[in-house]
């Protein structure tokens, strides 16, 4: 976890500086409620909304017909854009269950393939990783009347860690930060001390 830079804490004070300046949602209201920029957005009420690519189909079913969206690129700041990679999975298995292993085996192979992954595609849920279907999901979307062709293959993304360990750490950094937007601290006083409690915290 190292997000404690000049560049990490000039990226989130600006950002701070967004809601205390009456550009974005207070801090206190979307600490408080960590849906409430995308209900703005869903109300017509928030110009742009940060999100993934996993929930575009259900933000395109809740909006309907109520007004026009679009994609917009990852804003660039000084040094360009530096978008996320979303790896999403999630596969049950029983590691130790001998008889099942060829048939879990064999789930695998057929999710990593475009077979199974054809469906998702289809449906515009999130983006295939199988390089065959990527123009079967942006065919899909036109289809629906949405450009994804702002969404691209960065050249160097951002691959954070993964995981529990990943995961604690990052909500135990994300309490302190929350201190940023509600104006108890500033991003040079509280992100040193929020990313030594998560390095802490993944032990």
């Known amino acids: ?94 590691p130790r269950d001998d008889d099942r292993a060829a048939a879990v085996a064999e789930l695998l192979r057929w999710l990593g393939d475009a077979d199974g992954q054809r469906s998702l595609a289809e449906n515009r849920l999130g983006i295939p990783a199988h390089r065959e279907l990527h123009e079967t999901w942006v065919d899909s979307w036109s289809e629906a009347g949405v450009d994804v062709s702002a969404i691209g293959v ?23 930060i929350a201190g940023i937007f509600r104006g108890d601290a500033t991003a040079e006083e509280a992100l040193p001390e929020a990313q030594q409690e998560a390095r802490a915290a993944m032990g």
Not at 51 to 74: K, M, R, S
Not at 164 to 174: C, H, K, L
């Open 1 to 94: 976890m190292t997000f404690a830079s000049a560049e990490g804490i000039a990226a989130v004070q600006y950002l701070a500086d967004l809601a205390a300046d009456h550009l974005a949602p207070s801090g206190d209201e979307t600490v408080g409620d960590p849906g409430l920029c995308r209900n703005l957005f869903l109300q017509g009420k928030l110009g742009l909304l940060q999100t993934g690519t996993y929930d575009l189909h259900t933000l395109a079913e809740e909006i309907g017909e109520d007004f026009e969206w679009g994609i917009h690129p990852v804003v660039a700041g000084p040094e360009g854009t530096h978008p996320l990679v979303h790896g999403i999975a999630a596969v049950g298995v029983e």
């Open 154 to 176: 960065p050249e160097a993304a951002a691959r954070p860690e993964t995981g529990d360990r990943s995961a604690i750490a990052t909500a135990t950094a994300v309490q302190v």
